[in-house]
T-cell receptor, first 114, second 112 residues
Framework: EPEVTQTPSHQVTQMGQEVILRCVPISNHLYFYWYRQILGQKVEFLVSFYNNEISEKSEIFDDQFSVERPDGSNFTLKIRSTKLEDSAMYFC????????????FGPGTRLTVT | GQSLEQPSEVTAVEGAIVQINCTYQTSGFYGLSWYQQHDGGAPTFLSYNALDGLEETGRFSSFLSRSDSYGYLLLQELQMKDSASYFCAVRDLNTGGFKTIFGAGTRLFVKA
């Protein structure tokens, strides 16, 4: 069964450093998303992406964040200058169509900023 | 803006039936989804309601009343493996349906 994959599973970085989180969505999916979940809290929407551009972003997704689809398979989230409060689990998700209510989530990348 | 409310935790015994409620406020309702998340795992889609009524998928059912801005997830024949967090989520039509807002989650404990 096709699945969303994410790398790395755990990333430790120092405050102020740049990190890139990588995702490979399901191959025939067209809509991609990033979410974050601080430990013990709810899943928070960051950004959605379609046709090589951002469709919607939340207030969390400020200038420190960017997304890119550098090739036909990868979807990345970059945090330019990490802060302690960026420590969280970051989930990538994809869906086949905009109207598809089912989003398939990857296993997540745990980001720890020290 | 959007907001969702669901109980923080529910406890039930194996074999029982449990209902997890969700009330929502959103300016552009586009459907209510339910996701399951085990500790350390990713959210997994369970069910979706766009129209009023009950949707059944095996042991799980979900109900929606748009007039009451209310829905619930019903889990039957509870098993130990159902112990997890359950999130309701709405999609915001005002943003083209691209933004999904999750509730804070309900932690379900299933006891033997």
């Amino acid at each position: 069964e096709p699945e969303v994959t994410q790398t790395p599973s755990h990333q430790v970085t120092q405050m102020g450093q740049e990190v890139i989180l990588r995702c490979v969505p399901i191959s025939n999916h067209l809509y991609f998303y990033w979410y974050r979940q601080i430990l013990g809290q709810k899943v928070e929407f960051l950004v959605s992406f379609y046709n090589n551009e951002i469709s919607e972003k939340s207030e969390i997704f400020d200038d420190q964040f960017s997304v890119e689809r550098p090739d036909g398979s990868n979807f990345t989230l970059k945090i330019r200058s990490t802060k302690l409060e960026d420590s969280a689990m970051y989930f990538c998700a994809s869906s086949e169509q905009r109207d598809s209510y089912e989003q398939y989530f990857g296993p997540g990348t745990r980001l720890t900023v020290t | 803006g959007q907001s969702l409310e669901q109980p923080s935790e529910v406890t039930a015994v194996e074999g029982a039936i449990v209902q997890i409620n969700c009330t929502y406020q959103t300016s552009g309702f586009y459907g209510l989804s339910w996701y399951q998340q085990h500790d350390g795992g990713a959210p997994t889609f369970l069910s979706y309601n766009a129209l009023d009524g009950l949707e059944e998928t095996g042991r799980f059912s979900s109900f929606l009343s748009r007039s009451d801005s209310y829905g619930y997830l019903l889990l039957q024949e509870l098993q130990m493996k159902d112990s997890a967090s359950y999130f309701c989520a709405v999609r915001d039509l005002n943003t083209g349906g691209f933004k999904t807002i999750f509730g804070a989650g309900t932690r379900l404990f299933v006891k033997a």
